[in-house]
């Protein structure tokens, strides 16, 4: 069942208002249990152009996943919805999320404590689940590709929430699965992978498999979207969304960075 393993993911602002939706998953890990999203989703500041947020926010994520329950000995339920919120910030302030420690300086947002990542787009929050759902939802170490060389071409899928959309309904989380292909991972930033073509806004986060093998792996998280900068001169430069590419990290390659414990376990 790879569908409960795509959470749906509500990002309220301090005043707890609804603000962007997005999406991400659990990853059963040595050092314990994390919540995988991007690191523009937690901050709400863009990666590839970070500013300062006026006013700044702090924001908080609910996390919308399958509930799963003992009905009775030996019968388990999954279905419906299970709402668990996380928040990012401790009472003094500081992120509770992890992230790559290499950074790029940006004194404005370093003195609000938030540091830009250098590379990677993703941060993994620590996080706390029942064991009955944690074998539903959760990636473990097992269900990660080594990263190996993805070349151009090879096919992979994105499976989040365009919009929040689930296709079921609100009250049971499905996602959306869409078929990419690798369009390059020869890119200026090693820890970035061109798609052929982007999601929809709220798939950021979104866990990014591939068959490999004849099994079903996790492989990356998608992170968003880029437009190609050429444009010939004399024709209007305005970004055209067809023509966007999809951006990608390698889970493999993003846990490097993190210096996560035990990544090839």
Known sequence: MLGPKSVRLDILDEQRRLCSKATGFFLKEQDGLFFYTTWHVVTGIDFLDPKVLSPPSRRTIVANMLAVEVRQPGVTAIGGNRSVEMPLYNSDGVPLWLQEPNEREH?????????????????????????????????????????????AGRDVVIMGYPYGYSTMDKESPEPVFLKRSVASNRTKNSGMTLLDGGGAPGMSGSPVIVNYRDRWWLFGMYTG?????????????????????????????????????????
């Open 225 to 265: 979207i880029i437009f190609p900068d050429y444009a010939p001169d004399g024709h209007d430069s305005r970004n055209d969304r067809a023509a966007a590419l999809g951006l990608m990290v390698s889970i493999d390659l993003a846990r490097a960075f993190m210096r996560v414990p035990g990544r090839h376990g």
């Open 107 to 151: 004194s404005d947002l370093n003195a609000l404590g938030i540091h830009v990542p250098k590379f990677i787009d993703v941060v993994r929050v620590p996080v706390d689940l029942d064991p009955l759902t944690l074998d539903v939802v959760a990636f473990g170490n097992e269900d990660i590709l080594p990263h190996i060389l993805w070349d």
